[in-house]
Structure formats: C-alpha cells, structure tokens
C-alpha cells in the first residue's frame, strides 16, 4: 500500500469518486468502486472520510473552492480598471472554461444533487447555499474592483446567477454547444451588469 499523507488520500479519493459517478452514476459509486478507481485498499476510505455522504459532501466543497477560485482569478486579471460587464464576463468565462475541460465535475455534482433532492434533504441544501455562497462572493468582488454597488440585495442577485448556471451546465452536458454557451455568457454579463450602478 502507497504511503501517503492524509491530504493526499483525500484528494484521491475526491478525484475517484467524481470520475466513478460521472461515468457509473452514483448508484455505483459505492465505497469499494471509489477506492478501486483509486488504486487503495478499502481502510483507506474510511480512514479519511466517516460515510459516502461525508465524501460526497467533501466532493461538493472541492468542485465549489475550484469554481470560486478559477472566477475570483479572473477577476484579478482584469484589474481594478474594468467595467463591470467585462468584469463579470470574465468570471463567467472562467466557470465555462471550467466545464469545458472538467464536465465530469459538474456531472458528479449533479448526481450528488438528485440523491440529496431524493435521501438528503439538508445535504442538497447546503451544496446550495454552497453555490450561493461563492456566487456572492464573486459578484460583490466584480462590484468592489469595478468601483460600483449592487442595486439589489446581494442574495438576488446570487441566486439569479445561480439559476442561470444551472441552465448553462445542464445544456453543456447535454449539447456541448460551445457557441451557444459563449453567446449565453456574453448575455448574462450584459444582464448583470445592468444591476449594478
């Protein structure tokens, strides 16, 4: 068996697991499936994580921080000097770019979503307010480099951002229409854009 650190374990199991339910489902995503994909013997899971619900929980942390922090690096590239639409078409952008190369991470989620909606009512409630979280934390970045406020509450405005990624990652998957997804950004950064003054 490999040595290595529990951070590492964790890691590999998280990879595992988004991989297996994003080919199988997460009906075959069982404990012995995630630690095969792996390549760990069974003690490793439980070593790292209590239940498949607690990894699955971790999976939606892992995916969320690397959402949040592909659009918070965008922001900063464009600096302080950027209009908000442009601000905010970049962090779309970066969410895109995102689901283009990794759309077994947003499969994965997906399912984790429908067995919470189905098992876990508080489990699919806080992968929301998860996306919410980050969302508000984006959009009240974009306004502090832009210099501008939001005419809305924060929360609205999240909440609608949210929506409209449910829509966007749900056709991607679907169609893989890259054309359509760009000209979907560009409109969602328009519309965003006008909500703030």
Same mark, same amino acid.
């Given at each position: 068996?490999?040595?290595l650190p529990l951070?590492v374990?964790? /890691?590999?199991?998280?990879d595992?697991?988004?991989?297996v339910?994003?080919?199988?489902?997460?009906?075959?995503?069982?404990t012995?499936?995630?630690?095969?994909?792996?390549d760990?013997?069974?003690?490793?899971f439980?070593y790292?994580f209590?239940?498949?619900e607690?990894m699955?929980?971790?999976?939606?942390?892992?995916?969320?921080?690397?959402?949040?922090s592909? /659009?918070?690096a #965008?922001f900063?590239?464009?600096?302080?000097d950027?209009?908000?639409?442009?601000?905010?078409?970049?962090?779309?952008?970066?969410y895109?770019a995102?689901?283009?190369?990794?759309p077994?991470?947003?499969?994965?989620?997906?399912e984790v /979503?429908?067995?919470?909606?189905?098992?876990?009512?508080?489990?699919? /409630?806080?992968?929301?307010?998860s996306?919410?979280?980050?969302? #508000?934390?984006?959009?009240?970045?974009a306004?502090e480099?832009c210099g501008?406020?939001?005419?809305q509450?924060?929360?609205h405005?999240?909440?609608?951002l949210?929506?409209?990624?449910?829509?966007?990652?749900?056709?991607?998957?679907?169609?893989?229409?890259?054309?359509a997804?760009e000209r979907?950004?560009?409109?969602?950064?328009?519309?965003?854009?006008?909500l703030a003054s």
């Amino acid at each position: 068996m490999r040595r290595l650190p529990l951070a590492v374990r964790r /890691a590999e199991l998280i990879d595992a697991a988004v991989r297996v339910i994003a080919r199988d489902g997460l009906a075959k995503a069982s404990t012995r499936a995630i630690v095969a994909e792996a390549d760990m013997p069974l003690g490793a899971f439980h070593y790292v994580f209590r239940t498949r619900e607690d990894m699955m929980r971790a999976l939606v942390t892992e995916v969320v921080d690397k959402e949040r922090s592909a /659009a918070l690096a #965008a922001f900063e590239a464009q600096g302080s000097d950027t209009d908000l639409r442009s601000m905010l078409r970049a962090g779309l952008g970066s969410y895109l770019a995102l689901l283009k190369t990794r759309p077994d991470l947003e499969l994965a989620m997906l399912e984790v /979503a429908l067995y919470g909606v189905r098992h876990d009512a508080t489990m699919v /409630a806080d992968q929301w307010q998860s996306y919410h979280r980050a969302a #508000a934390e984006g959009l009240e970045k974009a306004a502090e480099l832009c210099g501008v406020t939001w005419r809305q509450p924060i929360e609205h405005v999240a909440q609608s951002l949210i929506s409209a990624f449910d829509g966007i990652t749900l056709t991607w998957i679907a169609i893989r229409d890259a054309e359509a997804a760009e000209r979907h950004m560009d409109f969602l950064a328009d519309s965003f854009a006008r909500l703030a003054s």
